[in-house]
């Protein structure tokens, strides 16, 4: 009986449960409430709902910083559009407020929770009946800083001075579904100081009479008002990076031998007006003011009202000179390369892939000379910081270890700046563009020379007391640290928003659902966040509260891609030069944090912060195969720069030829510019890229130069005579090479050292050759450079050395002996006047050999007739000869 009773129980509750489910969407009260995922609607219909049914754009809010002088409400306006695809009914608009910010994380977790606490809350707003799919209607909203005098206007109940959380919240019906939240907006609203309000007046109490009333507020004033805090301001560096991701094609020979390639034409967009780079400039116009031949377009958005004043476009901005001395250019110098480059002409790779693909002219070389002039003129006049090249990763440099390639990426980047530029930056500090660094990444530093550095407070941890400058010694490494969730937020800002890789999965904030007027709203809330969060001296003691690494310092350092536009800036300058003329913050150049960090003491350790790579560890997206790849490709282009020349008929020296091959290794372990799989996909494939591009180019040098082999055999004409070769080099540069030669026995080759083939030209080689024997034989030979690359392809020769080796020298010898040994019997014989036997076989000449014995033989003969003949010899007959045998022959 009892288990039929649990059982029908059991049923009953069941029942219920159903019950309750069916009825909550129709029961939802206006409150805010998560949006829908699934909707009950006609058979057949689609019950997949999107997440967010409209979407609010922020045009404004104002004050967009709460001071003293600020009208005691805030006003938000913009707009709602229905993105969803059905129709929501009985829009209702509020504002609500969370509690201040306690910690520079709180910047951007309190815009990434998706049920953030709502501390304050107004009165939902009728805004409109119905909105269809596609369309959308304006609203304007405004709400006290405080309770009214009485009840009946609520306020945002704001009585300190803080950043405080503010979300704009939209409900309404969407068909086949409940009242729900369907849109929602969150921005930051920071608070330096407040005006007057009757309600904290109530409050004062002279501080001549006693102590603040329980209510008071520190800094309350006789008329309400709350003062900012002055106690300790925060010492102010702003950093304003120019920076582009890798344009220069791989694989492509520097010194203008080659024709300058980009992968892309994106660089020609954001140098034009309009564009990215165009627009950080042209921002810095109203900082520093505009070159005398130009003026800078009017900006692209309304400034806030608190920028709003009349002016000519690029002049700078009324009292700028504090923002001035607390701003520093940071440069990339590879995008100084790449537009160099361009402004002299260039084209666009079909394939960026392949070093000899198919090209196309460039459209940018204008704007590139345009937008380079303007930026040394500005550069001229404010502080300039080098990047690291490329933002190459530390931790990748350390992991292919070669000393020369990280002296490219941290050394040489001032000098090739200062060089473009024409200016002298700032030496002796490296900013990772990660933000992050590990023991490896340390080591690259200290083996660069370079002794200092900018990193995220979330890449150590203070050994000791925390440093109120927030410098800190790690190791022999001295670093300037700053607060990534800021960073976070200038990179949000722009057309162009992204998420640093810095960021850790509970700070990373959904930018689609975001406006660009949140967005900014949020940026300048976090300039303002480290001269607003000083603790204050007439404020007791907080044992709870931890100080931030940071201390006071406001070092402002912005993602290097990131997009702001002119409106952008624009705020950001207001802010900043707000804060700096209040005495909030103070201004502290560049220049004066590397000089004091040197005087760093407090230590501290390097930590691997969350949220970097895809597995949670500092890095770029190198693999093992690519870091043996990359090391032999720097290899291969230091000992071929090593074998090359200067030519006085051309203008690259070896290492501006071969500079750019090892450029594009560091172009292929550049940071990754922002969080998720997607971007460290892509950067791997990049990578791939440069590395083969690369690697193709060596090849394709090392087959420029090689022996041209005649072919066929070889024919000496003795046993020393020379063998002749011809060596080709195609190379822009002459090059040092020498010939290795493998002969067999028998053959000697003569060494002939080093040999210089011309650039494009043809050499001519005569190998002295000395060969033993007269057979034929084959002589292999192969070309290196002096740095030992091989060059070209090894030759086979078949030589015929036409030589009889040491039988020929016995018999020469013996022959030569035989000839002195009977040269001495006949003149033994003529000396002692006897004839030769030799002679005696010697047939008697005949009449016309007499005859041709000449006069001398003729007169001889009268000199013999004249004398008298022999007796029984007439004059006319011969005289007789006894040597002369019976047969007339000789007896010799």
Not at 255 to 268: F, H, I, M, Q, Y
Not at 746 to 758: F, K, T, Y
Request: charged share 20%; glycine share 10%; net charge negative.
């Amino acid at each position: 009986m009892a288990e039929s009773r649990l059982r029908v129980a059991t049923a009953l509750a069941a029942v219920l449960g159903v019950l309750v489910l069916l009825m909550l969407p129709a029961t939802a009260g206006p409150a805010s409430a998560a949006p829908e995922t699934t909707t009950s609607g006609p058979a057949g219909s689609d019950a997949e709902a999107p997440s967010r049914f409209a979407r609010i754009d922020i045009d404004s809010m104002t004050p967009s910083i709460v001071t003293t002088t600020s009208r005691p409400v805030v006003s938000v306006s913009g707009r709602v559009e229905n993105i969803g695809d059905r129709s929501i009914s009985n829009l209702t608009i509020r504002l609500e407020r969370g509690d201040p910010i306690a910690s520079a994380s709180g910047l951007r977790t309190e815009l990434a929770d998706d049920d953030p606490a709502v501390a304050v809350a107004g009165p939902f707003e009728e805004l409109t009946d119905s909105l269809e799919p596609g369309e959308s209607i304006q609203f304007q909203m405004s709400m006290p800083l405080s309770d009214g005098p009485d009840a009946t206007v609520p306020g945002l109940g704001i009585s300190r001075t803080g950043v405080y959380p503010v979300q704009v919240n939209v409900n309404g019906k969407p068909d086949y579904g409940g009242i729900a939240q369907v849109a929602g907006s969150r921005m930051l609203l920071p608070v330096l100081s407040l005006p007057p309000d009757e309600n904290r007046a109530r409050d004062y109490v002279d501080p001549t009479a006693g102590e603040a009333g329980p209510g008071g507020a520190p800094g309350l004033g006789p008329d309400g008002s709350v003062s900012a805090n002055l106690s300790s301001p925060a010492r102010m560096t702003l950093l304003w990076p120019l920076a582009a991701p890798p344009q220069l094609a791989p694989g492509v020979l520097g010194g203008n031998t080659e024709p300058v390639r980009l992968v892309s034409d994106d660089l020609a967009r954001s140098l034009k007006a309009g564009g990215r780079l165009s627009e950080l400039l042209t921002a810095l116009q109203r900082v520093v003011g505009a070159p005398p031949s130009e003026t800078v377009g009017p900006a692209s958005e309304a400034p806030s009202a608190e920028t709003s004043a009349e002016r000519s476009p690029g002049t700078a901005l009324p009292g700028s000179e504090k923002l001035a001395e607390s701003m520093c250019l940071a440069v990339d110098p590879d995008l100084l390369v790449t537009v160099r480059a361009m402004s002299l002409g260039y084209e666009v790779s079909d394939n960026p892939a392949d070093p000899t693909s198919s090209t196309r002219p460039g459209t940018g070389a204008e704007a590139a000379a345009r937008w380079l002039d303007t930026l040394r003129w500005t550069a001229g006049r404010m502080c300039v910081v080098a990047l690291p090249f490329a933002q190459a990763d530390l931790t990748s440099l350390a992991r292919i270890g070669n000393p020369g390639l990280g002296a490219a990426a941290l050394q040489t980047p001032s000098d090739v700046v200062d060089a473009i530029l024409g200016v002298k930056s700032v030496r002796g500090l490296s900013i990772p563009a990660l933000g992050a660094i590990d023991a490896a990444g340390a080591g690259v530093l200290e083996q660069a020379r370079v002794q200092a550095t900018a990193v995220a407070s979330s890449s150590l941890t203070p050994t000791g007391r925390r440093d109120q400058s927030g410098r800190y010694r790690i190791g022999g490494l001295a670093a300037q640290t700053y607060e990534a969730p800021i960073t976070a937020a200038f990179a949000a800002l722009g057309t162009v928003p992204r998420t640093p890789a810095l960021t850790p999965p509970s700070q990373r904030v959904d930018l689609a659902d975001e406006s660009i007027g949140s967005r900014r709203q949020t940026a300048v809330a976090a300039l303002a966040y480290p001269a607003i969060s000083a603790p204050r001296a007439d404020q007791p003691d907080d044992t709870d509260r931890r100080e931030p690494i940071v201390g006071r310092s406001a070092f402002l350092m912005p993602s290097t891609y990131w997009s702001p536009t002119i409106g952008d800036s624009e705020a950001l300058f207001a802010t900043a030069r707000l804060l700096l003329e209040s005495g909030a913050a103070t201004p502290t150049p560049l220049t004066a944090v590397v000089g004091e960090l040197d005087a760093a003491r407090e230590s501290a350790r390097l930590t691997d912060p969350p949220g970097i790579g895809p597995v949670g560890r500092v890095g770029s997206a190198l693999t093992s195969e690519a870091t043996d790849a990359i090391r032999r490709n720097v290899e291969d282009s230091w000992q071929f720069e090593g074998a090359l020349m200067r030519a006085a008929d051309v203008a690259a020296t070896p290492a501006r030829y071969m500079s750019p091959l090892r450029e594009d290794q560091l172009r292929a372990i550049r940071s990754p510019d922002s969080a998720g799989s997607a971007v460290y996909t892509q950067l791997r494939r990049q990578q791939e890229e440069r590395i083969r591009a690369v690697a193709s180019t060596l090849h394709r040098m090392t087959r420029s130069v090689n022996i041209l082999d005649p072919g066929g055999r070889y024919t000496l004409a003795s046993e020393r005579s020379p063998v002749l070769l011809a060596v080709r080099n195609d190379l822009a540069l002459p090059v040092r090479a020498r010939l290795g030669i493998s002969a067999p026995e028998g053959v000697e080759i003569g060494d002939l050292g080093v040999i210089e083939i011309p650039a494009r030209g043809t050499r001519q080689i005569q190998l002295p050759t000395r060969g033993d024997s007269s057979e034929a034989v084959t002589i292999d030979i192969r070309l290196d450079t002096v740095t030992g690359v091989p060059l070209g392809d090894p030759i086979s020769l078949q030589v015929h050395t036409n030589a009889y080796g040491k039988p020929l020298f016995y018999i020469t010898i013996a022959a030569g002996v035989a000839l002195i040994l009977l040269t001495a019997r006949r003149l033994w014989h003529r000396f002692r006047g006897q004839p030769d036997p030799a002679d005696a076989d010697r047939p008697e000449p005949d009449e016309l050999e007499r005859m041709l014995a000449g006069s001398g033989y003729q007169e001889r003969r009268r000199t013999l007739q004249g004398e008298g003949a022999p007796p029984g010899e007439d004059a006319g007959t011969e005289p007789h000869d006894p040597r002369r045998s019976e047969d007339g022959g000789s007896s010799t």
